[in-house]
Structure formats: C-alpha cells, structure tokens
C-alpha cells in the first residue's frame, strides 16, 4: 500500500501537485479545509479557461442569463448573489446532462452613482467605476461561478456602446408600417412619398403629420423633409413633458421616481416640458401584448405588463371649440355610449391648448394650478383617486350631437401622456369624474333610468338609455355601434383602440451615459457616419451642467462634428445598453457587427433569465421592444428574447438590537440591558451590527470598539451573557444588518455560502438570512468529506460492489435531485442531500460506485468540494464540470424487503426483516422460529398469527 500524509500547514501547496493512479489503492490523510480547496479551483478553472464555450457544437444549446448587475462601491452583500447562485446551479447541471451551456457575466455600468460621486470628488466615472468592478470580480470569482468570462461586457466599454449607438441608429432611419405589421426602413418610406405622397401610408406616427402629393414632397426643402420624417421614426425628437429632478440634474423615467422625488437621493422632480429624445414604443404596443402570451414568465409580472400597456377598445370624439376657430379637442374614450352624460371636458394642464383656451379672468387661477401641478409625479397623480383638485378655463366647447355649450376644465387627474391628454366628463359613468363634478358643482346628467348617480356604470346593467332619441331604448352594443356610425358621418368621431403606454423618453441630461450619435445642421438632427463611431464621451472640467443649463456635455471643449456641428448633449438612459445586452454575449469579441450571424443562428435566444420582478414594466418591456425591431429588420431570429423568466426573491436582513437605559429625564445612559431583562427598565432599541453577534449573543468587546460613545459601556447580562433582539428588515448599511459573502466564505466556504442560500427557502421567495443557520450546512459539507476519508483522516474508498440500500440511497438523490432542478426547487434538493448523506454514513458507505456518482449530482450545488473529491478519486479528466450525469435506475427503489413489526398481543416486541415475496405460511414460519421471539411466547402455544403484507405481523397466545 502506498501512504502519503500530507501536514495541515502544506496542504494548500501540494494538494495541487497530487496525482494518484487510479490502479492503484492509497489512503491520503487530508481534512476538509475549504479555503485552500477552493482558491485551487478558482485557479484551476481560471488557468483553464474550463467554462469557455464554443458558438459550434453537436451538443444541445442552452443560454442561461442574468440579469447583470450594477458595480456599486458597497460591493455584493449576501442577497445579491441569490439568483447567480441558483443560475450557476442549473448551468452546471445542463453541462452534466450534455448541453453547451452559454453562462456569462458582464455589468450595467453607466449610471447614476458614479456621476454623483464624480460631481462629489471630480474623480472620472470611469475609474470608479473600473475599481467597483474589480470588487465585484473578485466577489463573483470568490464564490465559484462557472461564467465564461472571455465573453464579459461592460456598457460603459466604447466597444460595447459602439453597437448600441448603432442599434439607436437603426432605429433612427426606420418606421413603423401597420400594412406589414413590422419596423420598415425609412428608405421604403421616402420613395413611397416620392411616388404617392401620403396616400396609402398607414404608418404609426406622430397626431400633425400632414397629407401632401408626390410633386408637393418633391418641392418640400431638405429641411421640411426631414422634419416630416422626424414624425414617423422610431427613434425620434420632439417636445414632451418630462420628470425634471433639478438637483441630479436630468430627466427621469416614471420608474425611477417614488412619491414625488428620486429614488436615487429623493430630490423633488417636478413636470416640464423639453426638447427630448423618444422611442417610438407604442408602435409595438399590440406585439408586446401578444408575445406574453407565447413565453414561460410569472403570471406576476406578465399581468403587470399587461396592465402597463393598458389596452382599451373605445372610441375618439372630436369636440369643436368656437373661441378656437377650426380647432377642436379630442378625446379618447371607451364608454362612448355615456356621451349624453358628459358635463365638461376636463384637460390635463400640459395640454397644448390651456394657455389658448384661459380667458383672461381664469388665468391667475390657472397658472397657479399648473405650478401645483408640477410639483407632483404622474404615479402620484393617477394613485391620488380621492383627492380633488382643478381649474376653469374660462372656455366652452360644443358637444358633438346636441351642440350645447360643454366647460372646460383643467385637473391633476387627467395626464398629457395618456390617450389625448382630455377627458370627457362623465360622473354618471366614472367615480373620478363624480367626485369632481360633485366637488365642484357641475350637473350630473344621467345615462339610463337604471343607473346609479354614484360611481362606475355598468354596459350590462339593465336599463333604456335616456336623455337622446338617437339610442334611447337601445342595447348597449347598439348604441355604441350606432353613436360611431354618426360620429363618423359627420366627422366627429371614429372607433379606435388605446393603449396606456407612452413612448420611452430617451434623454438624460448627464454625463455618464452612452453618447447619442447625432448632430445638428441648422437645427435638424442627423445621424453620424457608421465610420465614426464609437462616438466616444469628451472630457470635461465637471460633470455639471453648464451655467447656462445645458448638460455636462455642454462643457467638452470644441466638442464638434467634423469640427463644425454641435452634437447632441443628452447622452442616453441606463436601460439602453441593457435592451440588448444578451446578443453581445453570444460573440462579445466581433468587431464588425453587435454578434455575428453564426453566434445568433446558433443561441438564438435565451432559454432561462433570471432576475428582479422590480424591472417588469422598465428593462424587460424596452428589451422586448428592441428585440421585436432588431428581428423586424432581419438582424436577430427570435421575436421575444427570453423564453423563460424567473423572478428571485429577496434576502432580507436580520437586524440585532441593544436595549440602551433611559435616565429619569429619558437621555440614554451608558448602559445596555439584555433582552430577556428590558421589560424590567425604560429603554431604547438601538440596531447593532450583526458582525459581532453569534446566535443573537452580543461580543462585548467588539461593541465597545463598534462606536466612540460606547467605549464605557455597562452591560446588565441574563445567565452571564448579552442577548440581542432582531427583527427582519430589508437588508442595508443603515440598519448594520448587511453581511459580506467574504467573512463568511472565509469561516464556512463558498460551497456553504452557495447551498444555505438555497436551503434558505424557495428561489421566488423572499426570506431573511440568519448566520445562526449556516453552521448546519457546513457541517453536512464536513459530513459528506468524511464518507471518503477513514477516522485518521486518510481517503479510504471501496471497489466493493455496493450493497442495495447503498444503491437505493443514491438512486433516491439521482432522481430527487434531477426532479427538484428541473422545477427549480433548489431548497429542497439541499434537504435531500442531507438525509442521502446521513444514511450513507448509518450505513458506513465508502462504495466508489455510489460516492464518485454522488459528487456528480451534488457537483452544482458544491462544486469545489466535489472537484476535490473527484480528483482524490483518481479521476484523470481533470474537471468534474464535464461529467455526465448519473441515469437513474427506478429497479434500485423497488422495494423487495420490509423490516416487518413484530407484536405478540399486540405489544411490538422486535422487527425482523422478511423478502416481500414470501407467501403468508413461510412468514409465519421465519416468525414464529426467531430465536429471540420465543422469549415473549413463554411457551404458550399460539392461538393465532394475524398477518398484513408489508404492514404488521402479529402474534395472538
């Protein structure tokens, strides 16, 4: 036999340098020290390059992606890697059951903390944000990802926005036809209008598009022309009314602010009206709604995008307004057969034509309601249904069908961006409009003789319309046909159908953010040449805007095109680089297109996306947008992106608290009383950080150092040690309750970092993460070590031939484990591990044909233990990553024995284990002569044995 005996202190080393035939018996005396286990795989996969895939192979495809994630100076905290963890997991088990797994990681790195922090210090976004990233690396790598890490991308790398200042192009110079159903390019366009004009043009484009002849657009100048085009491109520039946070000084997306102010900071953002970019996002809006239909997503989330794009079947009415000659406003509605019931228009006070429609008497009145108005976010104003506010404009318009003089309003309620901006006023048919009718004194006209004059009417409540002879008595069907057959008949009205969405601002006024590929030549936009691009962010003297209110690009210094023409100053919003990001990934070093054909023929699409629920209606929806135009325009396959979404839950924190002691006038004192003694004293609950408590006792000394003021502290203790409270609460710095992944990586290992956050619970759900557990988990690790190592610590494994309850054990985990993957129910894998373990250990298995088949299932859960294991065993292939799975065998579950309780009188005396397949009188044969079951007969003869297969035997005296 050969013996090697490695000492502790060399482990790490030469357990690199150790090679063991596989033909040979050997014992190697090595405890379990997952460190040096680990840092050896991480070298080992990265020296490798193990997870590097191919964009060719025989094997089966499978894109697992996630969401990639912000560099932020805090680095990862224990919840981040919640949904990495769980991806990992299952790309390591479909490379074990053959697929070519695509698996890669890159970061979302422009955005807002690194300007703010730039402003702060002056230091370039960019080398803060290199130096997040190379945080993150290590955290990433430190828990043991299998991301193929030659395929990383960084928005912020020029070489990436390269192709989404590109994609921003396509975008530019393409229409939307609803003939084709589908993006055009702007080419197809042109010539239609230089051969027909407008005629037959059913494009998705902006309200004051003009109709003109083939000769009237070849007499337009280029000027006129491309401001016409600028009507109908997807991507384009217009006025519209923004969110405006003058403290971070940009625009923001109705996502990012909560309650009136910005999420990032909570700074006032207040309504206005800009020069902005747009994506033409609604063109998609019906795509977008029937693509949901087609992907595996929560019903969640799919139900939160269905109701962001708010589809409504209803009709347009146009109301004539006298004082404005020809003009008219119009209004989107889809109760049109409650037009008899309208009492006033009411505008939202963006509207375009408040300021034509104040009379002069009004206008103070007005004006002030506008300011008021600006103070408020949208989100605010649609969820403040009970609050009542508004404002006269002074104006009439005449109702469509009777001609009677119908008021104008201003009010909160009714928002620009939705439908027209204007609603007609129905306070028998809304509860909105009710309330503000009621509030302010307008005539509530009923609808039909059966409703209610106190809330939302009902099209099948059964009652005669009233109030008209055109549809009095009618059905509520025909009404609403025989109202647009007139509306439309005298140019009135017609039936349409709206969406809720609006179109994706496509601005921020900032620094750190793509570059718009754009230059203006005499106030026209126009698109750079291909050639010139990446066009690469300028240097500036602040990362302010100018003193003249242009963005900080206003102060890169002759910042021109071709030296003559101003670019644009906006830069581009955080989820642009993010609508597209997966492609990249499948051939991230192309140079001279976002992927090659070959790499997106073969990936196609990703097969499973995990990330936050909180980017439904903001990273998923544009991604899905841009997908559907890159495939219109023949650059990608797949008409959604991904097939299948998971939504991970979140950790939550474990806050401990420190019970400080009132004095008489209820200042805190300098002491601390233990939990269980506080309801004896006046207190105050004080969080503690979570680092210096153990199982909710408190180390005294760190809490000493962990502030000035507590340098004295006095402790009044419960049976000689201080117990903390805790609470579960989001997990953040304030609230000293944010545990870094290394400190506990370094105690316990990433393997047991990896499966406690998955014993935690399940993966969609949120749960609070409690250290106290963890030492659990890294004991089965430990447990699971020792099945192949004798009680010195030496590796002592089998050739033996296993047993069946052996076989039985691993053939339970094989298929558990396949079952739980597949559904993606990790937590209850980590559960079946354990007791797989524990009943190899009662039975004292040391088989290589069960614990080298069980390092392969347990491979995607732990996989730098299993490395080590597979290796100890002789395996020369050098990677366990590349295995295959074990087939599972349902004949080993097939039970052929039973352990049957054996009662005499029925009192269970012993259990004798019997084959299954026994007939009734050989079972009372083996029964009745057990040697041990005589000694609770005491020689009385037996009257009867009552006898249940697979159940009980039972013997009567």
């Not at 104003?381 to 508004?390: N, T």
């Amino acid at each position: 036999m050969i013996m090697i005996l490695l000492r502790v202190d060399v482990i790490s080393s030469i357990a690199q340098k150790i090679v063991i035939s596989p033909s040979l018996p050997y014992t190697v005396a090595m405890d379990y020290h997952h460190r040096a286990i680990e840092r050896k795989w991480q070298q080992f996969w990265a020296d490798n390059r193990t997870f590097r895939v191919s964009n060719a192979s025989d094997k089966p495809k499978y894109y697992v992606l996630d969401m990639f994630p912000y560099p932020s100076g805090a680095g990862l905290h224990v919840g981040h890697p919640l949904g990495y963890i769980a991806s990992d997991i299952f790309a390591r088990y479909k490379r074990l059951k053959g697929f070519n797994v695509l698996h890669p990681m890159g970061y979302d790195s422009f955005g807002l903390p690194a300007e703010q922090y730039a402003i702060q210090t002056g230091q370039h976004p960019a080398i803060t944000t290199e130096a997040n990233i190379a945080r993150y690396r290590e955290q990433l790598d430190n828990i043991g990802f299998s991301f193929d890490w030659e395929r990383e991308v960084r928005t912020s790398d020029p070489l990436f926005y390269k192709w989404t200042q590109w994609i921003f192009m396509q975008l530019f110079n393409a229409w939307y036809d609803k003939s084709r159903d589908c993006a055009v390019p702007i080419d197809k366009l042109v010539a239609h209008f230089e051969t027909h004009g407008t005629q037959n043009v059913h494009a998705v484009c902006d309200e004051d598009t003009h109709f003109f002849t083939a000769d009237e657009w070849k007499a337009f100048t280029d000027g006129e022309k491309q401001r016409e085009l600028l009507k109908y491109r997807l991507a384009y520039l217009r006025e519209s009314t923004v969110n405006w946070c003058a403290a971070l000084g940009t625009v923001l997306a109705n996502d990012e602010v909560v309650n009136g102010v910005s999420e990032r900071g909570g700074y006032p953002v207040e309504q206005k009206k800009m020069m902005q970019w747009s994506m033409r996002i609604t063109a998609y809006a019906e795509r977008l709604l029937k693509g949901l239909e087609t992907i595996d997503w929560p019903e969640p989330l799919v139900e939160m995008q269905r109701n962001w794009i708010g589809k409504s079947v209803g009709a347009s009415v146009r109301f004539a307004v006298p004082a404005l000659g020809d003009r008219s406003i119009e209004v989107f509605t889809t109760r049109v057969d409650t037009i008899y019931g309208v009492n006033a228009l009411v505008l939202a006070p963006e509207h375009e034509l408040v300021g034509a429609l104040t009379t002069g008497e009004q206008k103070a009145e007005v004006d002030a309601y506008i300011a008021q108005t600006k103070k408020k976010s949208e989100l605010d104003r649609m969820a403040d249904v009970k609050a009542v506010s508004g404002a006269f404009t002074g104006s009439y318009a005449a109702h469509p069908l009777t001609g009677k003089d119908v008021p104008i309003w201003i009010a909160d309620y009714v928002l620009a961006g939705y439908g027209t901006g204007a609603v007609m006023a129905v306070p028998s048919g809304d509860q909105r409009d009710y309330l503000f009718s009621s509030h302010f004194g307008l005539p509530i006209i009923p609808i039909s003789d059966a409703q209610q004059l106190d809330g939302q009417a009902d099209p099948t409540k059964e009652g005669r319309y009233i109030n008209s002879d055109l549809i009095n008595g009618m059905t509520y069907a025909e009404a609403v046909d025989t109202l647009i057959t007139k509306l439309e008949s005298i140019g009135a009205g017609k039936a349409m159908i709206n969406y809720r969405m609006r179109d994706a601002i496509f601005g921020r006024q900032r620094y750190w953010g793509e570059p718009v590929p754009v230059y203006f030549e005499g106030g026209i936009p126009r698109l750079i040449d291909e050639q010139d691009l990446p066009l690469l962010l300028p240097e500036v003297d602040k990362y302010l805007p100018t003193e003249t209110g242009e963005p900080p690009l206003g102060r890169a210094k002759d910042w021109k095109y071709h030296g003559t023409f101003d670019y644009e100053l906006s830069t581009m919003p955080g989820w642009a680089g993010s609508s597209w990001y997966w492609y990249r990934y499948m051939d991230a070093q192309h140079t001279e297109a976002f992927a090659s054909k070959e790499a997106i023929g073969y990936w196609k699409d990703v097969d499973l996306y995990i990330g936050g629920s909180e980017h439904a209606t903001g990273h998923l929806l544009y991604s899905r947008f841009w997908n559907k135009f890159l495939k219109d325009m023949g650059y990608v396959m797949e008409e959604e992106p991904f097939k299948k979404l998971i939504n991970q839950g979140m950790i939550q924190g474990r806050s401990n608290f420190v019970y400080r002691v009132l004095d008489g006038e209820g200042k805190g004192t300098n002491t601390f009383v233990s939990h269980g003694l506080k309801d004896d004293y006046r207190t105050i609950a004080l969080h503690v950080d979570v680092n210096i408590v153990s199982n909710d006792v408190l180390n005294l000394d760190e809490f000493r150092k962990f502030r000035p003021d507590f340098a004295d502290a006095e402790f009044i203790l419960e049976n000689g040690k201080y117990v903390c409270g805790h609470e579960v609460e989001k997990m953040s710095k304030s609230k000293y309750n944010v545990v870094n992944p290394d400190d506990i990586i370094e105690q316990y290992g990433a393997d047991t970092l990896r499966m406690y956050e998955m014993f935690l619970g399940p993966l969609e759900q949120s749960k609070p993460w409690n250290t106290n557990g963890i030492e659990g988990v890294y004991k089965f690790l430990r447990k699971f070590w020792k099945l192949f190592h004798d009680a010195a610590g030496n590796l002592a494994v089998s050739d033996e031939a296993p047993s069946k309850a052996e076989l039985k054990a691993l053939h339970k985990i094989i298929k558990k484990v396949e079952e739980d993957v597949e559904r993606f129910s990790f937590n209850t894998s980590v559960s079946s591990f354990m007791i797989c373990v524990n009943e190899l250990t009662d039975l004292k298995c040391n088989k290589r044909a069960i614990l080298q088949e069980l390092c392969v299932v347990l491979q995607p859960y732990a996989p730098h233990i299993t490395e080590e294991l597979w290796e100890l065993l002789g395996n020369a292939s050098g990677t366990l990553s590349y295995a295959s799975y074990p087939a599972f065998n349902p004949s080993y579950l097939v039970e052929s024995e039973f352990a049957y309780p054996v009662s005499v009188n029925g009192k269970t005396r012993m259990n004798l284990t019997l084959p299954l397949d026994l007939a009734q009188s050989e079972v009372e044969k083996a029964v009745l002569e057990n040697e041990d079951l005589q000694r609770y007969l005491e020689g009385k003869p037996v009257k009867k044995v009552i006898y249940v297969k697979g159940r009980i035997v039972n013997v009567v005296v």
